[in-house]
């Protein structure tokens, strides 16, 4: 009873009282997450002098650079194009399977299989797509496909092999939602009023699911565009691209000027924001969303 | 109606295929004695893991990777279920800007964390130490974390059980401990699992942070991927055997969960 009155003593008291469970979390999160990132972006801005610069924005223009951030968009690019497009086709297959049992199986496949990724994810596809890989052996012997010299795992190829193995699951399980956020009636009504299969996807069923499909697609870009593991264990220093260069000042071992790192992290900051912009008003848009 | 019967099976067994063939591969790979010349491997030996096992740095490694993951869960549990809960119940401003900081981290890049990270704590004790590779693995695994807590809080509806809980007496101890908890139980176990399989398999924020002051299961790999890959496959099958059996135990909480909300319609 105690307790009561001293709850209804003064709003100002209880409410500060109340602030103090929060507070950790938020000091936690300036100190480790906000203010790091500050700090970051200002000294992209900072050069060697220690004035407000653009000298290191300007810096990016050079080849190694440019190429390292084509790189990085086209992979992630390419292969959230192909975790989108097939794990549409293949959520959209799960979700149509009558076996109950079949249905949660291939579901917890895609569950699983999210957490193959990294650098066990990159030894995998050696042991399987390297130069004696068991797959590469398979394609000689049995079809007499030679993948090699024309096809290597340590290379561009490589990991858009090897990153949609990561994409596609990611996207099956964002879009077997949508896909139940379509109403059965909608179909049936489509097809009363005399729609074929074709009609209904054109003009109710995708522009239904563009939204979650846009969502899923930016969502799988930045998933590719930050990942640096698949890509250190596959290619190291065979390939630039953005993480890796990042990774490479962060670790000191190729001299860069670590100000022009800060401006490539701000870039990429940048492109991120973009991404997760776009993901929250597509996915406000969509059919069958929480919000 | 036939052929788009065929061709989802077409799809779903090459779906199956691709997402098999490199594990199926690993696990065999760590057993055979030799296996690049045949398509079938030359024979079958344990030996490779016996030297693993043996292998100074494997234990440190593994001992170093569930150190990490556990400490990462701790500190995520401690900031985020009270913050959580006083936001949902009691701040609901406060709760908007929870929801914006956690996901922050899915945008920003673990790279340019680590870049970030190193950049503002130059000062020795903290400067690439373990204290703060434990403090970015907890800032990146945060929404891991929230979501579930969040949706749990969410499920229920607070105002409600805790006026009918004061009505029958209960203090705001007896609610939490007897209502709140066991009804947010589930959030926090799957957040857990989420963060702890997440953590242990995190290689980037490892090796950019405190590199090989602090060896994780995943820098071994990386570097036995390079030297042995006999050794390299017997470590992806310990390191993924742990993930997957997390990952099993986080669909069976899911299904009880749905069971549970069904019950309650």
Known sequence: ?291 | MKDNIISKIIFLLLFVVYMLIPVLATYMFSIAVRWDRTILPEGYTLEWYLRTFQHPYFIIALKNSLLLASYTVMVDLILIIPAAYTAHTRLPWVKLQMDLLTILPFGIPRVVLALALIAVFTVPPIARSPFLLVSACSVFSMPYMYRPIANSLEAMDLRTINDAARLQGANSRQILLYIIGPNILMGVVNGSLLVFSAIFAEYTLAVLITGARFKTLPMLLVEFTRRDGRIASAITVVAFTIAMLLSITIIFIARERQKVQRIKR
């Not at chain 1, 086209?74 to 959230?80: D, F, K, V």
């Not at chain 1, 190829?157 to 596609?168: P, R």
């Open chain 1, 1 to 291: 009873m105690q307790r009561q009155s001293f709850r209804v003593m003064h709003p100002g008291i209880a409410r500060a009282i109340d602030s103090i469970w929060v507070v950790p979390f938020f000091l936690f999160c300036i100190i480790f997450e906000i203010i790091p990132i500050i700090v970051l972006i200002k000294d992209s801005f900072i050069g060697p002098s220690g004035a407000f610069t653009l000298v290191n924005y300007a810096g990016l223009k050079r080849p190694v650079y440019m190429l390292s951030f084509w790189n990085s968009i086209r992979l992630s690019a390419i292969t959230a194009f192909f975790g989108t497009l097939f794990g549409t086709f293949i959520g959209y297959s799960i979700l149509k399977t009558k076996t109950k049992w079949l249905k949660e199986l291939l579901t917890a496949l895609a569950n699983v299989t999210t957490n193959f990724a990294g650098a066990p994810l990159a030894f995998a596809f050696i042991i399987i797509l390297g130069e004696n890989g068991v797959v590469t052996l398979i394609f000689a012997r049995i079809l007499n496909l030679h993948l090699y010299p024309y096809f290597q795992i340590y290379s561009y190829a490589g990991l858009v092999v090897a990153y949609t193995y990561f994409q596609l699951p990611l996207m099956i399980l964002l879009i077997i939602p949508s896909f139940a956020g379509l109403q059965k009636e909608w179909r049936e009504a489509a097809i009363n009023m005399g729609a074929t299969t074709y009609i209904y996807w054109r003009y109710i069923g995708f522009p239904l699911l563009a939204p979650s499909l846009i969502a899923g697609f930016v969502l799988l870009f930045a998933n590719a565009y930050g990942a640096y593991a698949t890509a250190y264990t596959l290619v190291a220093s065979n390939l630039m691209l953005v993480t890796t260069q990042i990774a490479f000042v962060v670790k000191g071992e190729v001299v860069h000027n670590p100000a022009l790192a800060k401006a490539m992290a701000a870039v990429s900051l940048l492109i991120m924001g973009l991404c997760i912009a776009i993901y929250k008003i597509a996915i406000n848009h969509a059919a069958g969303a929480e919000k």
